[in-house]
């Protein structure tokens, strides 16, 4: 794979924890990146990004854009060869779904891609899509062919009411296709991560996965975590598979990028050895019935969704990212560790009592 400097790249939702280490990776390969985000004066939330591209031979440049103001990403992707678009909301605690999840994504996705239709210099489109485009729910994966997914599949099952980022998801990855099949300047090369775990590099991350790890050792999973089966990948994995789906030039479709078909068991288990004595990191399985009873009181999670997801087992193929994009994957363990150990040092679990 040659990665090319000679034209500017664009990143949409440069602020966010996936797109921070594939700005790296860029600045790190002399890139010139122009990087969108929502609000410039915000300067505390971009100094991690400023910092590494003082170090890199890499240059970066920020550019006010929004997903739901048309045109707006305009002159940050004038001259750009590729444009990564990572921006989409991903949270799950949202109270008008269509408001803050569908229509940031749909309509965003809509915005970058005819603009990207009109801007001479893109060749290549990379959408961070999801796992959560390609299944809702573990127990999806028995309706998949031999009780994996794949790229060939679709969530069928979110909605609105269910699972709306997942939904999300769906819809915005749909019209990413929608567009580029009817159009001929670009390739569009999506990338479904499944759950994503590993350090960030803004000092406060929001994405949701800094949430399901937190619980791991504020007390939430003291008593046990439920065995609810979920893809995970590193965070610094995913940012090379960004890159590949960028720069590769055969490179094509759709590729789940996901290093381990676990539970959220297994994922707090692996936090013992080094913080079992120190954290209530989770050590046992939650019974199946005790969840379904207590999960929608404690934390709002519904019934339909522990049936359909605990003690199930979650698989996903990521042969086509191995060999098409060249990928390999660390060991979830060091995520896990990496991640918690930043937790710590930021005082995530200071208010519980624990240090
Ligand atoms: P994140 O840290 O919350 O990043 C989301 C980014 O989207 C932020 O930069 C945010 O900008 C931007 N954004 C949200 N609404 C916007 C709007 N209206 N206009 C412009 N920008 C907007 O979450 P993340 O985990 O890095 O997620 C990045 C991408 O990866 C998303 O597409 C997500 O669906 C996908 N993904 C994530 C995971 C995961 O487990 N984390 C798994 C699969 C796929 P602000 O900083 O201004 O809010």
Redesign the pocket.
């Known amino acids: 794979m040659r990665i090319s400097t000679d034209a500017p790249v664009l990143v ?8 921070g280490w594939l700005v790296k990776e860029l600045l790190e390969a002399g890139v010139t990146v122009h990087a ?4 410039p004066a915000a300067t505390h ?1 971009l100094s991690h990004l400023t910092a590494i591209a003082e170090k890199a031979p890499g240059e970066i440049r920020f550019f006010r ?4 103001q048309p045109d707006s990403y305009e002159d940050a992707m004038q001259g750009c060869s590729v444009v990564f678009h ?6 799950v605690t949202v109270r008008n779904p269509q408001k803050e999840l569908v229509d ?1 994504a749909v309509l ?1 996705t809509r915005n970058v891609l005819e603009t990207a239709v009109a801007t001479p210099s893109v060749t290549r489109v990379v959408v ?5 485009a390609i299944y809702t729910d573990a127990i999806d994966c028995r309706k998949a062919p031999g009780g994996v997914l794949t790229e060939d599949i679709w969530n069928t099952t979110a909605s609105l009411a269910y699972q709306p980022y997942s939904y999300s ?1 769906t819809l915005a990855e749909k019209e990413a296709w929608k567009i580029a099949h009817g159009q001929d300047r670009f390739r569009l090369v999506t990338v479904n ?4 775990i590993g350090p960030a590099l803004a000092k406060k ?5 800094f949430n399901i790890v937190r619980q791991m050792g504020d007390g939430t999973m003291k008593q046990g975590a439920p065995k609810l089966g979920i893809g995970v990948v590193d965070v610094r994995d995913l940012a090379r598979a960004h890159m590949a789906a960028g720069f590769s030039a055969d490179a094509e479709g759709r590729h789940i990028i996901s290093g381990h078909n676990t539970n959220i068991l297994e994922l707090g288990k692996s936090l013992i050895d080094k913080y079992g004595d120190r954290y209530p990191v989770p050590r046992k399985s939650l019974p199946k019935w005790i969840v379904w009873a207590v999960g929608p009181l404690v934390s709002g999670i519904s019934r339909k969704f522990v049936t359909n997801n605990v003690d199930v087992k979650w698989r996903a193929d990521n042969t086509k990212s191995r060999h098409a994009l060249g990928m390999s994957y660390r060991p979830y363990k060091e995520s896990m560790e990496d991640m918690f150990q930043q937790m710590i040092e930021a005082g995530a679990f200071r208010k519980q009592g624990y240090r």
């Not at 991560?193 to 994503?196: C, I, Q």
């Not at 991350?205 to 996965?209: R, V, W």
């Open positions: 949409t939702g440069a602020t966010g924890y996936v797109a969108a985000i929502r609000d939330r854009a929004d997903l739901l990572t921006a989409s909301p991903f949270t940031p965003g961070t899509s999801s796992c959560a998801k991560p499944s759950l994503v991350p929001t994405s949701e996965s």
